[in-house]
């Protein structure tokens, strides 16, 4: 089956929606707490809480992230494409985002996590046109204005800041004027949001500072998160040893581009021990560039059984996991 999404098909489209339905049409039963999201920091969760949470249905937020997810999986696609991250075009990133993210349950039904994730999407697409192009500096300050505002936004979104100015080097040669032009857009959104705060006497300028939240990775000790996490490993172990033999014949923009992505989920590991309380919110974040990266697995020329084999392993491991946490044992 895995065919269908490696190969150009009239089918893979269909597969796709056919498959999404069945590993998420379960979470729409979710109940979120009734003091609505937990508070990483960050504007989004509270304007969340106050105008969705609790005027709109459960089953409808449940719909809502189920499609962002969705449409998501979908950009990532189009971005991994574009920047032609594999041989052939082809679903797998689509695929392995949605996969990835049923096999850590909790990352379907994380709102603010997943109205962000685009803009980490969008910050990747935008750096990685600065190695080619005559108009960086258009470029350089929407990475910027992306980053920042997905900071203001979600605050677990912050290593998303270091990782642009970490790719703006690998991308181009040091240039003062560059480095300074992504800080103005990195600031820019706070200028804008502090001036209307204070035009509108709402002046809380603390309240835009990171909290760091603990320093423990705040994961479930149960069977069925140890299922999770040793299938993610070895998965990732899997599209790390794949990606490895593939980058030999890569040319060097689409290696930078590779490095860039790469760069972009180390950084955001860290966010994970920040801010512990939302590790599904981080894993969501996490999707992208681990999504793209698990591709590699299923993206290289040998047609192997051991592919197949796997791909219905993780399946069946999707559906364990996802019972437990069903059940509430994860």
């Given at each position: 089956?895995?065919g269908?999404?490696?190969?150009?098909?009239?089918?893979?489209?269909?597969a796709?929606?056919?498959?999404?339905?069945?590993?998420?049409?379960?979470?729409?039963?979710?109940?979120?707490?009734?003091?609505?999201?937990?508070?990483?920091?960050?504007?989004?969760?509270?304007?969340?809480?106050q105008?969705?949470v609790?005027?709109?249905?459960?089953?409808?937020?449940?719909?809502?992230?189920?499609?962002?997810?969705?449409?998501?999986?979908?950009?990532?696609?189009?971005?991994?494409?574009?920047?032609?991250?594999?041989?052939h075009?082809?679903?797998?990133?689509?695929?392995c985002v949605?996969?990835?993210?049923?096999?850590?349950?909790?990352?379907?039904?994380?709102?603010?996590a997943?109205?962000?994730?685009?803009?980490?999407?969008?910050?990747?697409?935008?750096?990685?046109?600065?190695?080619?192009?005559?108009?960086?500096?258009?470029?350089?300050?929407?990475?910027?204005?992306?980053?920042?505002?997905?900071?203001?936004?979600?605050?677990?979104?912050?290593?998303?800041?270091?990782?642009?100015?970490?790719?703006?080097?690998?991308?181009?040669?040091f240039?003062?004027?560059?480095?300074?032009?992504?800080?103005?857009?990195l600031?820019?959104?706070?200028?804008?949001?502090?001036?209307?705060?204070?035009?509108?006497?709402?002046?809380?300028?603390?309240?835009?500072?990171?909290?760091?939240?603990?320093?423990?990775?705040?994961?479930?000790?149960?069977?069925?998160?140890?299922?999770?996490?040793?299938?993610?490993?070895?998965?990732?172990?899997?599209?790390?040893?794949s990606?490895?033999?593939?980058?030999?014949?890569?040319?060097?923009?689409?290696?930078?581009?590779w490095?860039?992505?790469?760069?972009?989920?180390?950084?955001?590991?860290?966010?994970?021990?920040?801010?512990?309380?939302h590790?599904?919110?981080?894993?969501?974040?996490?999707?992208?560039?681990?999504?793209?990266?698990?591709?590699?697995?299923?993206?290289?020329?040998?047609?192997?059984?051991?592919?197949?084999?796997?791909?219905?392993?993780?399946?069946?491991?999707?559906?364990?996991?996802?019972?437990?946490?069903?059940?509430?044992?994860?």
């Amino acid at each position: 089956m895995i065919g269908v999404f490696r190969e150009r098909s009239a089918l893979q489209v269909p597969a796709l929606l056919v498959l999404a339905l069945l590993l998420k049409m379960g979470y729409t039963a979710y109940q979120l707490p009734t003091t609505g999201y937990p508070q990483p920091g960050g504007l989004l969760v509270q304007w969340i809480n106050q105008h969705l949470v609790g005027h709109y249905s459960q089953p409808f937020l449940n719909v809502l992230c189920l499609l962002l997810l969705l449409g998501s999986a979908f950009y990532a696609n189009v971005v991994a494409n574009n920047r032609r991250l594999f041989q052939h075009r082809s679903l797998l990133v689509a695929l392995c985002v949605l996969l990835f993210s049923s096999l850590f349950p909790g990352t379907n039904v994380q709102l603010p996590a997943l109205l962000v994730l685009p803009l980490l999407i969008a910050c990747f697409a935008v750096l990685t046109r600065l190695y080619q192009t005559d108009k960086a500096r258009s470029h350089i300050v929407n990475a910027g204005i992306l980053a920042g505002l997905a900071y203001l936004l979600y605050h677990p979104a912050l290593l998303l800041i270091p990782a642009c100015f970490v790719g703006l080097a690998h991308m181009r040669p040091f240039r003062l004027a560059e480095w300074l032009l992504l800080l103005v857009g990195l600031l820019t959104p706070a200028y804008f949001v502090l001036a209307i705060e204070f035009l509108t006497n709402h002046w809380q300028p603390a309240r835009h500072l990171p909290q760091w939240q603990g320093t423990a990775l705040a994961a479930p000790d149960t069977l069925y998160w140890w299922v999770a996490a040793g299938m993610g490993v070895l998965w990732l172990l899997l599209g790390f040893a794949s990606w490895n033999q593939q980058t030999r014949r890569m040319v060097i923009q689409i290696r930078k581009n590779w490095y860039a992505l790469l760069f972009i989920g180390l950084l955001l590991v860290p966010a994970m021990l920040l801010w512990p309380g939302h590790l599904y919110g981080v894993l969501a974040l996490l999707s992208f560039p681990v999504g793209c990266l698990l591709a590699s697995t299923f993206a290289g020329e040998g047609k192997g059984i051991g592919q197949l084999v796997f791909f219905w392993l993780l399946i069946i491991a999707t559906a364990v996991v996802g019972w437990g946490w069903k059940s509430g044992a994860m």
